[in-house]
């Protein structure tokens, strides 16, 4: 099994999850509904973390929640436990085992806040930990980069967002996600050749905004992770407030610009890059925004709030593709582990 | 007056405000008190989101509170506000000018949670949408590069923490950090030698953890704005989840290490980065972490938690020697302006 056949795997994790595990997903959203919440903390680290940022969006716009994401420092090192009154706290790791976000969720419990773990293993020290559980039956993951449980991850959350809401509408699309992310795996051929033609860039910009502004984050840590690239991941917005002064012509810029709200202030920004001189890689389901693009990726259509799930696919297909075009190690790069234990 | 004098100014600003500004603080901290509070929801953009991370680490260390970082763009670009109960909303901006901040605040004051705006400017529409307004008084900062505006943001941000304390230990350490940051600033010449060895960089990694992940953020911003170098920051936990992958011979890594109980994780970091042939520039007030660095600037002693107020001193004097050395424009980097209207 390699980095490539895991990222394939993704339409049948996703099918599966919503089909078999809607059951258990209502179930916890059955007991958050049941109890005040006034905070979702979310604790992750890594490519875990960029699911707990579409937590953020995905929480606060259809669930009216805000959302922290905890910093666990603050109990691990610090040796302090803010206080969790009215919280719901949400673990999320695909091996289940770093034991700062362990000790944040085993704090939430201590506190009677509500705790769920989102995990690949079910018999993980932060699955036992939590009150509840969700699996996200991604299969064992081997090689260093996560990619397939990172989608999973973003299921488990989108499932659980929608049985807060009973929402049906939302249900019919959660069904429709295999399939676009399947089409989305369909932009190997470019990705690849784009990957090889950008094969001797050191650093690169990543833009996304609202929902796929997580997609832009963990892009950009697969392009650092499996090709050593510095890639930067930005919201449009904080991009602007400063680190657009390091655009040069020829800087590589990947932008993610999904259908919906963000869309007018990404193309505007995707403009000035352009009178910039940037080298824009753009993956969009607007036409207008891919019209912007020197490498434009056309994404399926899709509702924005389930955009990231397909959108992160090209990603971590331009990031294996440059990988091999390099001649670097796809499954274990260099200095890093598959589970890191920070504390 | 240039950026260069305007950094010059943190120390006397600071004493200041420590001396001037603790009656309208501390009776801030009052309002706080009487309230029932789940949650801080801090909503800031660009370096001002940097200052918001500090607090992050202070509140929640020292008044066990769990703060979350507004995403704006829910209200602002989603139309949707999330139920504020229980919650205390501060607005952090130099100009006080972005109307997604604002609308945030407005948003919180609205729902009846305590708003407070921190801002440079009495008069904007940030100081005038919140219930309470804490004036960092820094004078008017022209330089587009924000410098002693975020010192004195996290200043407010520090009195206000011990406020809700009513600690007289921390207020005196509180009176002794503009000396420490007068003590930083003589460190410029070192700086200024490292930074024309460095001027052919373009891109690097600063590291730093705990309340000196602010630092390390707001450190890689300056160097990406003045100094066009793709500067990505990491707290050392995240880092080795991956991005340390990135690290080949000769990669330029800066590392604030503040002495306290994240020294040894970052200690262990440096060790492994040096095996790994980075070139290490380390700013800290311990001799261990300094050991490991080809250019140690050794920071004055101060108390971890108010660290970061004199440890950016050398961030900010690398990124103004960087420009100077490749002949950049130090006042108005290009592409940006000094107030950035994002909605």
Redesign the interface.
């Known amino acids: 099994m390699s980095m490539r056949s895991e990222l394939g795997e993704a339409p049948e994790i996703v099918r599966s999850l919503v089909e078999r595990q809607r059951g258990v997903i209502d179930s916890v959203g059955e007991a958050i509904a049941s109890r005040p919440v006034?905070?979702v903390?979310m604790a992750a680290?890594?490519?875990s973390?960029h699911a707990a940022i579409y937590a953020?969006?995905i929480f606060?716009?259809?669930n009216?929640?805000?959302?922290?994401?905890?910093?666990?420092?603050?109990q691990s090192?610090?040796?302090?436990?803010?206080?969790?009154?009215?919280?719901l706290a949400i673990g999320v790791s695909q091996s289940g085992q770093s034991p700062?976000v362990v000790g944040v969720i085993e704090e939430a419990r201590r506190q009677n806040a509500l705790t769920i773990a989102i995990t690949n293993d079910v018999k993980s020290p932060l699955s036992r930990a939590a009150e509840f559980h969700i699996d996200i039956h991604a299969g064992r993951e081997r090689a260093v980069?996560a990619t397939k449980t990172y989608v999973a991850e973003l299921t488990a959350l989108a499932m659980l967002s929608t049985a807060l809401q009973d929402d049906g509408v939302a249900r019919k699309q959660l069904a429709e996600v295999p399939d676009a992310i399947a089409a989305a795996l369909g932009l190997e051929e470019l990705v690849a050749a784009a990957a090889r033609d950008q094969a001797g860039m050191?650093?690169a910009?990543i833009l996304g905004?609202?929902f796929n502004?997580a997609t832009a984050l963990e892009w950009s840590?697969k392009l650092?992770?499996?090709s050593?690239?510095?890639a930067?991941a930005y919201?449009t917005?904080?991009f602007?407030?400063?680190?657009?002064?390091?655009?040069?012509p020829g800087f590589v810029v990947h932008a993610i610009a999904a259908d919906g709200?963000?869309l007018p202030?990404i193309k505007a920004v995707l403009g000035?890059l352009r009178e910039?001189g940037a080298r824009l890689v753009v993956a969009s389901n607007s036409v207008d925004a891919l019209a912007f693009a020197e490498v434009p990726l056309r994404l399926p259509a899709a509702p924005e709030w389930l955009s990231p799930l397909s959108a992160i696919i090209p990603g971590q297909l331009f990031a294996y593709h440059l990988a091999l075009a390099k001649h670097l190690d796809t499954e274990r790069?260099?200095?890093?582990q598959k589970v890191?234990k920070?504390?």
């Open positions: 006034d905070l903390l680290r890594g490519t973390d953020q969006y606060g716009v259809y009216k929640l805000p959302v922290a994401l905890a910093a666990p420092s603050i090192l610090y040796g302090v436990a803010p206080r969790l009154r009215n919280a700062d980069a050191q650093r910009v905004r609202g502004y840590l650092k992770e499996m050593y690239v510095l930067d919201s917005a904080d602007e407030h400063g680190p657009i002064a390091m655009i040069d709200p963000t202030e000035r910039a790069p260099r200095h890093i890191t920070t504390r």
